[in-house]
């Protein structure tokens, strides 16, 4: 299966024209599954909570809408960071699309990073993986500071999944030593979505670093983007490799765990 990642600058504030963007590129580029940023809709660093409410999506709005009508005419996956308003609640969330509408799902992320605890409320369902059955592929979800808990990737492949994706807007190096170690601990293939551009909002100046990376379940780098430029990355993937968990005759990364030792 192709799997690709699409690496952009989304303009703060300009919803339609990164949405524009996000269209043309599930149209043109070919891969059966696409990740975006995280908050790719939108942009990052709002002022506050009210700022934020006025790009939320709900359900059945006309954005939403349209991007699982591609999902299904273009026969593809997609993962698209936005801003969720459920109820009274406001979620940094990641929309999962399919070929087969039945299954799509969102998911709100769960470990809110910095200021995004003042804006955002905290995943209300956790993690989970949607078995997609037509294509036999497994996808689970997490959102750039999720990484920093590796329970956060344990816990999707203990659910079963084959796939991470990682939507991010990612402005340290750090990530690029563990997410490989995710990929690797885990087998599990691990497509990371990171941004390019800069935010200069709120008196910081936010310069996000783009190297949006595909990795292998034994942690390698399948294909890695430049920092700054934006571009597609895409790779070939095999969801069935990763789920023989063992990595010699004996010992099974996922068997071996003795759980009752572990601090909760």
């Keep these: 299966m192709n799997l690709s990642v699409k690496q952009f600058n989304p303009l703060f504030g300009e919803q339609e024209k990164n949405f524009l963007t996000i269209v043309d ?27 934020a409410e006025k790009f939320a999506l709900n359900p059945e709005c006309d954005i939403l809408r349209e991007l699982k009508y591609l999902a299904t005419a273009e026969n593809k996956i ?6 969720e308003k459920s109820g009274i609640n406001l979620y940094n969330s990641a929309g999962l ?14 470990h809110l990073f910095y200021k995004e605890r003042m804006i955002f409320d905290e995943t209300d369902r956790g993690f989970f993986v949607v078995d997609y059955q037509p294509w036999d592929i497994k996808i689970g979800t997490m959102i750039c500071y999720d990484w920093r808990f590796p329970e956060s990737a344990r816990t999707l492949a203990l659910l079963g999944a084959d796939i991470v994706f990682c939507p991010s807007n990612l402005v340290t190096d750090v990530w690029q030593i563990a997410m490989p170690a995710r990929a690797l601990e885990n087998k599990v293939y691990l497509a990371v979505a990171n ?3 800069a935010e200069n909002r709120n008196g910081v100046s936010l310069n996000f ?44 990364i996922f068997s071996d765990r003795k759980a009752k030792w572990y601090i909760k």
Excluded: W
């Excluded at 997609?78 to 801003?83: A, E």
């Excluded at 699309?97 to 769960?110: D, I, L, Q, W």
């Excluded at 294909?223 to 571009?231: K, N, S, V, Y």
């Excluded at 790779?235 to 789920?243: G, N, Y």
């Design 25 to 51: 590129s599930i149209r043109n580029i070919p891969s059966q599954m696409i990740v975006f940023p995280e908050l790719a809709l939108t942009g990052y660093d709002f002022h506050d909570r009210k700022e």
């Design 209 to 252: 670093n783009g190297k949006s990376s595909i990795y292998g379940y034994n942690g390698e780098i399948l294909i890695q983007a430049h920092a700054e430029t934006e571009e597609v990355i895409t790779a070939v993937i095999d969801p069935k490799k990763t789920r023989n968990k063992y990595f010699n005759d004996i010992n099974n």
């Design 195 to 197: 941004r390019t551009g």
């Design 97 to 110: 699309f399919f070929p087969e509408p039945s299954y799509n799902y969102v998911y709100r992320k769960t």
């Design 78 to 83: 997609l993962c698209i960071g936005y801003v």
